[in-house]
């Protein structure tokens, strides 16, 4: 637990650190949302925020896998994780992409989906559903449109 505490705090770190760095070269290079009768903001926001924190997590992992311990063994020896990378990196180069040049919503949504199905085929999966009385619901084969409804709930909250 301690490890991955390390690591949250190491991303959640370096996000903040390189937050202000992105944010002024957002504004030299004019990567702003400028503020208009549709947008809450009077004032131009800074795109590629999600470059700080993708940035901040990957060099935390990396970080971790110099050092390694029984918890990193377990974490780096298995195979879903260069599938989480495969749809997180898919993710961040849209949402960098729809940043300086804003992609369709169903442009977005589609290479979400595809994202999440790649994350599914490495091993990511919701499965099985526990409820707090001890029953489980199985989802067998609807196994991928579930999976894939939760990545996309995921991603759209967390943006």
Request: include cysteine.
């Amino acid at each position: 637990m301690a490890v991955v505490a390390f690591v949250f705090l190491m991303s959640l770190g370096l996000a903040l650190l390189f937050t202000p760095l992105i944010r002024e070269l957002a504004k030299h290079y004019g990567w702003v949302d400028a503020p208009s009768a549709r947008k809450v903001h009077t004032a131009a926001i800074p795109r590629l925020g999600g470059v700080a924190i993708y940035f901040g997590v990957c060099l935390s992992i990396l970080f971790l896998a110099l050092f390694p311990n029984p918890v990193t063994a377990r974490v780096f020896d298995h195979s879903m994780l260069p599938w989480i990378f495969y749809g997180a990196t898919l993710v961040f180069l849209m949402g960098m992409f729809d940043d300086l040049r804003a992609l369709k919503p169903h442009v977005k949504l589609a290479v979400q989906i595809v994202a999440a199905v790649i994350v599914f085929y490495g091993g990511v999966r919701v499965s099985d559903l526990v409820m707090p009385w001890g029953t489980v619901i199985s989802f067998g084969y609807a196994s991928l449109p579930v999976t894939v409804f939760w990545f996309l709930l995921v991603i759209n909250a967390v943006n």
